[in-house]
């Protein structure tokens, strides 16, 4: 079963900041990575897929890189509307299993 | 627009059944793998199960024998039969459909609002 870890487990910083998240996997699993925002109360939002691709209607500021075991998202300059918990997910191919990163919450420092 | 809305969430006592249903709209709903994704409080984010177009379903081990999903694609609807009930099942659970049907790059790209599910005596 692959795990994946995140870190920071909190990242506290103001508006116009730049945000680093990492997300690592226990073995690789190539560029299969999503990257999804959750705000409380709110449904997740898939803002990056196959670790680089952003997802329909996401802004620029978000970014997706790495492959095989490490991965990074990147936010640019933090929005107001960006403070949030992010996951990272991958799939495990035997047994069919989808897992998500215990997330990390960015919030405003 | 692509729409998914939840239901049948409730307060049932451990050992009991519950059955949750998502609506969809704004897609050609048969053409799409759809999933149970839960979130209990405080937790993080966790894959419940997964039905292909032409259901196959997938289970995560800690609800394996117990929960059982399935789709209505005449009706545009997905559903998720709970049985055996038990505490740690407490969570909200979203309706979301995969983006595309490769298990290998298998993402959400649509998520309902959620339902909430409470198992307690």
């Known amino acids: 079963e692959i795990v994946l870890t995140q870190s920071p487990a909190t990242l506290s910083l103001s508006p116009g900041e730049r945000a680093t998240l990492s997300c690592r996997a226990s073995?690789?699993?190539?560029?299969?990575l999503a990257w999804y925002q959750h705000k409380p109360g709110q449904a997740p939002r898939l803002l990056i897929y196959?670790?680089?691709n952003r997802a329909t209607a996401i802004p620029a500021r978000f970014s997706g890189s790495g492959s095989g075991t490490d991965f990074t998202l990147t936010i640019s300059s933090l929005e107001p509307e960006d403070f949030a918990v992010y996951y990272c997910?991958?799939?495990?191919?035997?047994?069919?299993?989808?897992?998500f990163g215990p997330g990390t919450k960015v919030d405003i420092k | 627009e692509v729409q998914l809305v939840e239901s049948g969430g409730g307060l049932v006592k451990p050992g009991g059944s519950l059955r949750l249903s998502c609506a969809a709209s704004?897609?050609?709903?048969?053409?799409?793998?759809m999933n149970w994704v839960r979130q209990a409080p405080g937790k993080g984010l966790e894959w419940v199960s997964s039905?292909?177009?032409?259901?196959?379903?997938y289970y995560a081990d800690s609800v394996k024998g117990r929960f059982t999903i399935s789709r209505d694609n005449a009706e545009n609807s997905l559903f998720l039969q709970m049985n055996s009930l038990r505490a740690e099942d407490t969570a909200v659970y979203y309706c979301?459909?995969?983006?595309?049907?490769?298990?290998?790059?298998?993402?959400?790209?649509?998520w309902g609002q959620g339902t909430l599910v409470t198992v307690s005596s």
């Open positions: 704004g897609f050609t709903f048969s053409k799409y793998s």
């Open positions: 073995q690789s699993i190539g560029s299969y």
């Open positions: 039905i292909s177009f032409s259901s196959d379903r």
């Open positions: 196959d670790a680089s």
């Open positions: 979301a459909r995969a983006r595309i049907a490769d298990w290998d790059r298998y993402y959400f790209d649509s």
């Open positions: 997910q991958q799939r495990s191919r035997w047994p069919p299993s989808l897992t």
